[in-house]
């Protein structure tokens, strides 16, 4: 009798240790949970980004890897802040403005594939859901040298002014 005693009180303190376990493995779990979102929350969305250059549609739209957080990469398609390039290809409504458009994708293929250092500054995302960045190259500011270099004019958002 005192074996059959014994037996039951120690299989009821298994039982309390074994819920402990459980207790203290999911308030673990929750709090793993709860930091986790907090940084997901906290995560950088918007400023200033080291990239990588891959590639360019045309002057003002341009594909770029960045890392988003410590070890995460994404490749995202961005266009330039405050500018706008000449049309290329079917969508030029002239030979000029073609030229012009073609000569500005030239610029910035030239500039970026070269960079040493390549840092965008996220703003906030435009009307067709791209990105809206500035992208400085080895400390140049790639808009201001496309309008310097007559191949961008000064856009805020609103309608375009013709190239021909």
Request: hydrophobic share 40%; charged share 30%.
């Amino acid at each position: 009798m005192g074996v059959d005693i014994f037996r039951k009180r120690l299989h009821i303190e298994y039982r309390s240790n074994k819920i402990i376990d459980v207790s203290i493995t999911l308030i673990i779990v929750v709090a793993v949970l709860l930091i986790a979102g907090i940084s997901a929350a906290s995560a950088k969305t918007w400023g200033y980004y080291d990239a990588d250059y891959i590639s360019n549609y045309d002057g003002d739209s341009i594909t770029a890897s960045f890392e988003v957080w410590p070890g995460v990469f994404i490749v995202q398609s961005v266009r330039l802040n405050g500018i706008d390039t000449p049309e290329i290809k079917w969508r030029a409504k002239c030979d000029r403005e073609r030229d012009l458009g073609e000569r500005a994708k030239s610029l910035i293929e030239k500039t970026l594939s070269n960079a040493k250092d390549m840092r965008l500054r996220v703003y906030k995302k435009g009307k067709f859901g791209r990105l809206l960045v500035d992208i400085i190259a080895d400390g140049v500011d790639v808009a201001s040298l496309l309008i310097k270099k007559g191949l961008a004019r000064p856009y805020d958002g609103g309608k375009r002014q013709g190239w021909c």
